[in-house]
């Protein structure tokens, strides 16, 4: 198994850490961190830790976060994007890979301009734009599983098997995706904990995570310090969120998860 992007081919000899980078408001963890220095002094430091994609946000996606424009996510990640390439090439460090959480089709057809590589929707790529963008462009995407919207997705979640429900839901949309002209080696699904889950649905989806190496494709979580930890934290008080962002992960890295997406460097030895 491998991952290809317009830019690049990543051969699988260790999970990929997907570093999170908020230039939002209001995100859940990390929210404020809006100005363009101080954003881009994040992402070198996260560069220097060793993150191997940056994954940039211009929308947060709390559960009850209101959507933004366009426009809006534009002006929050452009200067923030240029910024960090203009840096690591006068500081002669490789081209970063880029990742942009987006699922605006003119947001993700700037961003491509700009030299990103990865469209991670949380929408699935539900719109035919986003998937225009991704087969013209040849970008990675990553396709997530959601319930509803950030408004709206924590009201009442139901499934009649949540493991079934999403896998089948994943391997509908890597189905569509591939028959819309995008390569299988450009694909990654992400099965969304606590997007449209409670927190025992969360749990079974991560204790179960193995269940989606059968896609056949790359497998990304985004566990980082969620509500679902509380679980944890309960157990063990003595543990901070990103303690227990480290559990999980080490619990999914052992079920072949291929790429981690935390605010901190992933702790899986």
Known sequence: MKLKTNFREIEWKK??????????????SDGGRTGIQESADHAMRLLAQGADILDIGGESSR?????????????RIGPVIR???????????????????????????????????MLNDIAGLSD??????????????????MQGT??????????ENVLEDVFFWLARRRDALLEAGLEREKLVADFGLCFGKTMEQSWILAENARRFQELGI?????????????RILEVHPEMDRD???????????????QILRTHVRPEIE
């Open 15 to 28: 999970p990929l850490w997907m570093a999170i980078l908020n230039v939002t408001p209001d995100s859940f």
């Open 150 to 159: 950030p408004k709206t997705m924590q009201t009442a979640p139901h499934y």
């Open 218 to 230: 790359p497998i990304l979580a985004g566990h980082s310090r969620k509500s679902f930890l509380n």
């Open 63 to 75: 559960p009850g976060a209101d959507p933004v424009s366009p426009k809006e996510e534009i002006r």
């Open 83 to 117: 910024e960090i390439r203009d840096r690591c090439a006068e500081e002669g460090l490789p081209k970063p890979f880029f990742s942009v959480d987006t699922y605006h089709p003119e947001t993700a057809e700037f961003a491509v301009s700009l030299g990103v590589e």
């Open 243 to 257: 303690d227990a962002t480290h559990a999980v992960s080490r619990l999914l890295v052992a079920q072949g998860v």
């Open 128 to 145: 035919p734009a986003m998937v225009r963008v991704a087969r013209e462009s040849g970008t990675s995407v990553c396709f997530m599983h």
